[in-house]
């Protein structure tokens, strides 16, 4: 896999990995959004993929099951940043919408906020680098880097 590059405000970063909230953020009352299962297997051959999520609905191995990516169910936003710091965090993207994404926003290298069906946490908003309205606006940006670039400069 070819990672992505991305001039950011600390420099030049390279992005190999992808950890996503699951709950409100890929799905909406734990069904999986529509675009978002396009966008995620073209990203897959990028970025390996990661769905960090704490399953509110308990959907999540279902609606991901024949998806390129990994499933890691926590109990909390701890177990979430442990897990994009276990990745090697300065490689990672992560995208959210909830409080307990915040602890993966703080410890990743680009964290993205989602304000999708569900909304996003006040808090989530202070943590991220880039804040959108939607999911497949933020893995859109990831098909797209030359439009985080633009978002992220000086």
Do not use: C, W, Y
Not at 80 to 88: E, I, Q, W
Request: glycine letters at 10%.
């Amino acid at each position: 896999m070819k990672p992505i590059q991305l001039d950011t405000p600390a420099g030049p970063a390279s992005f190999s990995d992808l950890a996503l909230d699951f709950t409100g953020t890929l799905s909406s009352d734990g069904a999986l959004l529509p675009g978002v299962e396009e966008r995620l297997r073209l990203l897959a051959g990028r970025l390996r993929i990661t769905v960090v999520t704490a399953d509110t609905f308990g959907t999540a191995r279902a609606a991901l099951r024949d998806l390129p990516v990994a499933v890691r169910r926590v109990r909390d936003g701890r177990e979430k940043a442990d897990a994009v710091s276990a990745l090697g965090p300065g490689g990672v993207v992560a995208i959210g919408n909830g409080r307990n994404d915040v602890g993966m926003m703080e410890v990743a290298g680009l964290s993205i906020a989602v304000i999708g069906p569900e909304g996003a946490a006040a808090r989530l908003l202070a943590a991220a680098d880039v804040v959108v309205r939607d999911i497949r606006d933020a893995l859109d940006l990831l098909v797209h880097p030359l439009r985080l670039k633009a978002t992220l400069r000086d």
